[in-house]
């Protein structure tokens, strides 16, 4: 919307500009469009003859353009749309909670739900409460009424209970989606988690006791008779 309000603006003001800028250089010529305009209007269009096609047709433009500037109107000056819940807790205190938030929480309770293929919720907010419209596709074979119930009874209980939002109206709209049944998914279980291996402890090493290298004596041969040398006379003596 405000892009179009740009658009819009821009557009008058370049028409504006252009209308001003040529009544300041040629101000005879628009004064003479101006005087022969009513003229040349009630000659082209006969307004006395209402049966007239041309008649019909300025009036359909007219009245076009009035419902258009009026539709323009209403949205400019309408109050804008509130994009918070305010929410009281047990101590006094007050907390807005976006509307955004909520509707995220319900799209994914609720497309949790067997047989529902998508869900769409709309949450507008009142100052201290909201009112919820779901858009549902659901399974073809599914009871209607009690998915219903139980699309309003958890969309309850996510806002009330753990939101802490009061809830006023709650519309469930809801469409025939795909013929095969949509089950709810089975939490998948994280993998244990690996425990680190125990570090070993360093034992000590026994070594062996080595074989101690005994010296090796030299062994002496005996000494025999051929190898005794005669004694000196002057020793013995």
Same mark, same amino acid.
Request: aromatic share 4%; hydrophobic share 45%; no cysteine.
């Given at each position: 919307?405000?892009?179009?309000? /740009? =658009?819009? @603006?821009?557009? $008058?003001?370049?028409?504006?500009? %252009? ?5 300041? $250089? ?8 101006? /005087? ?6 009630? %000659?082209? @269009? ?10 019909? %047709?300025? !009036?359909?433009?007219?009245?076009? @353009?009035?419902? #258009? ?7 400019? #000056? ?40 998508? =869900? ?13 419209? !779901? ?10 009424? #009690?998915?219903?119930?139980? @699309?309003?009874? =958890? ?6 209970? /753990?939101?802490?939002?009061? =809830? ?11 013929? /095969? ?13 690996? $425990? ?36 000196? %006379?002057?020793?013995?003596?």
């Amino acid at each position: 919307m405000n892009l179009f309000n /740009r =658009v819009v @603006i821009v557009i $008058l003001l370049v028409a504006l500009l %252009a209308a001003t800028s040529l009544s300041l $250089l040629a101000p005879r010529t628009v004064l003479d469009i101006l /005087r022969n305009a009513p003229d040349q209007i009630e %000659a082209t @269009i006969p307004f006395y003859n209402i049966l007239s096609g041309a008649y019909w %047709a300025y !009036l359909g433009v007219g009245l076009g @353009i009035i419902v #258009l500037f009026g539709l323009l109107l209403w949205l400019e #000056l309408r109050p804008p749309r509130r994009s918070t819940v305010e929410v009281s807790d047990a101590e006094g205190y007050k907390v807005r909670v976006s509307v955004k938030s909520i509707t995220q929480r319900l799209q994914t309770a609720l497309g949790g739900l067997a047989d529902v293929s998508r =869900v769409k919720p709309k949450v507008i907010s009142r100052g201290k409460k909201v009112d919820v419209t !779901l858009d549902v596709q659901v399974h073809p074979a599914v009871d209607l009424p #009690l998915k219903t119930d139980e @699309i309003t009874q =958890v969309t309850r209980e996510v806002i009330q209970e /753990r939101m802490g939002i009061s =809830v006023g109206k709650v519309r469930v709209k809801m469409q025939d989606g795909p013929d /095969r049944p949509r089950a709810v998914p089975e939490p998948e279980l994280p993998p244990p988690p690996e $425990l680190p291996e125990p570090d070993q402890p360093v034992l000590p090493v026994e070594l062996e006791p080595t074989a101690q290298i005994e010296p090796e004596y030299l062994i002496q041969e005996p000494v025999g008779e051929d190898s005794l040398e005669p004694l000196d %006379a002057s020793a013995e003596a």
